[in-house]
T-cell receptor
Framework: EADIYQTPRYLVIGTGKKITLECSQTMGHDKMYWYQQDPGMELHLIHYSYGVNSTEKGDLSSESTVSRIRTEHFPLTLESARPSHTSQYLC???????????FGQGTRLTVV | QKEVEQNSGPLSVPEGAIASLNCTYSDRGSQSFFWYRQYSGKSPELIMFIYSNGDKEDGRFTAQLNKASQYVSLLIRDSQPSDSATYLCAVNFGNEKLTFGTGTRLTIIP
């Protein structure tokens, strides 16, 4: 069983608020990823990291930012939430780039 | 542009039958291939991975890889209603990050 955790599971927040979605893994994986997924739609990679102090933009442009100060922790921040940010955000990690990725349970964000 | 393509479905299969899910990809240098299952509102979970040409079996699931034809498939034998989900194909192109297909929605009809 994968040990990757996301908090909160659900978040309803007002427009303009700053939010941070937490993601932690206890597997010692160097590679971590953030995906965005709308209901019934495909996964879109928005950020990834090769390791500590490494962050890269994904395939889908996002107004969010990420940081990787510790191996186990990869938080995602939205400085000013908007209704267009309403979506499910999925964090994942993998031991290597070419090995399987394990997903957290996701954070369902609603901006009102 | 590297691509992973799947038929979005929905694919409807009677209970007890074999469900066949297909995925094609565009790059011959691809190294590793993965099938994930995603229930509605949940996160993807890994079902199988395959690296070499041929078949790989795990219980009711069989992954088939044909690198020359650039396709990978997933067969589900004795389909159960609990198999109803979206199945995501993911490909690693030459030691880069995983690229996911759009997924195929499978419905098992009791």
């Amino acid at each position: 069983e994968a040990d990757i955790y996301q908090t909160p599971r659900y978040l309803v927040i007002g427009t303009g608020k700053k939010i941070t979605l937490e993601c932690s893994q206890t597997m010692g994986h160097d590679k971590m990823y953030w995906y965005q997924q709308d209901p019934g739609m495909e996964l879109h990679l928005i950020h990834y990291s090769y390791g500590v102090n490494s962050t890269e933009k994904g395939d889908l442009s996002s107004e969010s930012t990420v940081s990787r100060i510790r191996t186990e922790h990869f938080p995602l921040t939205l400085e000013s939430a908007r209704p267009s940010h309403t979506s499910q955000y999925l964090c994942a990690s993998s031991e290597q780039l070419n090995t399987e990725a394990f997903f957290g349970q996701g954070t369902r964000l609603t901006v009102v | 542009q590297k691509e992973v393509e799947q038929n979005s479905g929905p694919l409807s299969v009677p209970e007890g039958a074999i469900a066949s899910l297909n995925c094609t990809y565009s790059d011959r240098g691809s190294q590793s291939f993965f099938w994930y299952r995603q229930y509605s509102g949940k996160s993807p979970e890994l079902i199988m991975f395959i690296y070499s040409n041929g078949d790989k079996e795990d219980g009711r699931f069989t992954a088939q890889l044909n690198k020359a034809s650039q396709y990978v498939s997933l067969l589900i034998r004795d389909s159960q209603p609990s198999d109803s989900a979206t199945y995501l194909c993911a490909v690693n192109f030459g030691n880069e990050k995983l690229t996911f297909g759009t997924g195929t929605r499978l419905t098992i009809i009791p």
